[in-house]
């Protein structure tokens, strides 16, 4: 089954960022923004996606071992990148899906960032 988004959020344009996702509503540190189904993309197949123009909406799936990649079914995989995100992908590989949880108290109309490289390393 398909969940909807957990909070109402929106995409929209920000000045020098191009798109972006922001919460239309206040969120509290910890909460779950968002769940995003995931598509996995084995890792041969993976090396050839990785050359293609939406690389920047893919995340790499798994450990060192086995470098496969994925696409993510939701708002969350439009997040911009901050330094200090005020939110993180927390990736279940068991049930292919990742969730967006808040690190800190959000506030409504605030744009939803992501450490681009904890992409990589979160894991549930």
């Not at 993976?46 to 123009?53: D, G, K, N």
């Not at 920047?56 to 071992?65: A, I, K, P, S």
């Not at 439009?78 to 108290?105: I, Q, W």
């Amino acid at each position: 089954m398909i969940e909807k988004s957990k909070v109402d959020i929106q995409v929209k344009s920000y000045p020098g960022k191009g798109r972006g996702v922001c919460t239309m509503e206040k969120v509290k540190e910890g909460d779950v923004i968002e769940r995003l189904p995931v598509l996995v993309i084995e890792p041969d197949v993976y090396q050839v996606v990785h050359t293609l123009p939406f690389i920047n909406h893919t995340f790499v799936w798994g450990d060192e071992r086995q470098r496969a990649g994925a696409i993510g079914f939701g708002f969350s995989s439009l997040c911009n990148h901050s330094p200090e995100p005020n939110a993180v992908l927390k990736k279940d590989y068991a049930n292919n899906v990742m969730d967006l949880v808040a690190l800190r108290e959000i506030h409504q109309g605030e744009e939803l960032t992501i450490k681009y490289h904890n992409v990589f390393f979160k894991v549930v």
